[in-house]
């Protein structure tokens, strides 16, 4: 079993940037997707960005896109998530999740692992 560790959170004012990661416990299969997701009080969790291990295919939600870029590194087994710009609203705590064998999807459904979270507040 695979296990994620995010890192990076913490509290940024508007207009500030931070990058978050995402270790993995081992190398993780070839055709695993990854995605980071995040969740806001109250709010259902959501997708933010993705990328195909493999390949460096990406997808990026059309709130985070031109601000957010995702990123691996295969050798570290790691995904990072690069936040400039940031607003308020993006204040949540972020999720890193894999998807076995499978490519690059915003279905929080069709991912089979997750980490813990780690905590983004942006400050106005």
């Known amino acids: 079993q695979v296990q994620l560790v995010e890192s990076g959170g913490g509290l940024v004012q508007a207009g500030g940037s931070l990058r978050l990661s995402c270790a993995a416990s081992?190398?993780?299969?070839?055709?695993?997707?990854m995605g980071w997701f995040r969740q806001a009080p109250g709010k259902e969790r959501e997708f933010v960005a993705a990328?195909?291990?493999?390949?460096?295919?990406?997808s990026h939600a059309n709130s985070v896109k031109g601000r957010f870029t995702i990123s691996r590194d295969d050798a570290k087994n790691t995904v990072y998530l690069q936040m400039n710009s940031l607003k308020p609203e993006d204040t949540a705590v972020y999720y890193c999740?894999?998807?076995?064998?499978?490519?690059?999807?915003?279905?929080?459904?069709?991912?089979?692992?997750w980490g813990q979270g780690t905590q983004v507040t942006v400050s106005s």
């Open positions: 999740a894999g998807r076995r064998g499978g490519g690059v999807t915003s279905s929080r459904e069709q991912y089979d692992y």
């Open positions: 990328i195909n291990w493999g390949g460096g295919i990406t």
């Open positions: 081992r190398r993780t299969a070839s055709s695993d997707a």
